[in-house]
């Protein structure tokens, strides 16, 4: 089965998130700042972390800087951030992020079919 990571702070979007993504068959782990996020891939391997930005305790960026020093198998990283483009966009993506998707443009059936796409290339 398929490990995905959701790190998101925002409780809304987090329930919708969760809410879409556990009808499908992926096993679904959840962080609310990039420091839970470490500690969830300290024990587990993900096929897809799905990464919030702007978080507190540790960003995005805090979290990408350590994620890619400690893992031995990264897992393919998007971005979900309401930035378009900017400096942290770019740093995120320099780092080992994979894509950057909107949040603001994304629907909970775009999410879906972005989620699966990504697991099966």
Not at 35 to 43: D, G, I, T, V, Y
Not at 58 to 67: I, N, Q, R, V
Not at 79 to 107: C, F, P, R
Request: glycine share 4%; charged share 30%; hydrophobic share 40%.
């Amino acid at each position: 089965m398929r490990k995905i990571l959701l790190v998101e702070d925002e409780p809304s979007l987090r329930e919708v998130y969760k809410v879409i993504l556990s009808r499908e068959p992926y096993e679904l782990h959840i962080a609310t700042d990039g420091q839970e996020a470490l500690e969830k891939c300290k024990h587990y391997t993900y096929d897809l972390i799905l990464l919030d930005l702007m978080m507190p305790v540790l960003d995005g960026l805090g979290f990408l800087e350590k994620y890619f020093k400690r893992s031995k198998r990264p897992a393919k990283i998007i971005v979900l951030s309401n930035l378009s483009a900017g400096e942290e966009l770019t740093k995120a993506l320099n780092m080992g992020a994979y894509k950057n998707i909107l949040k603001s443009d994304l629907s909970p059936r775009q999410l879906l079919a972005t989620v699966r796409y990504e697991l099966e290339v």
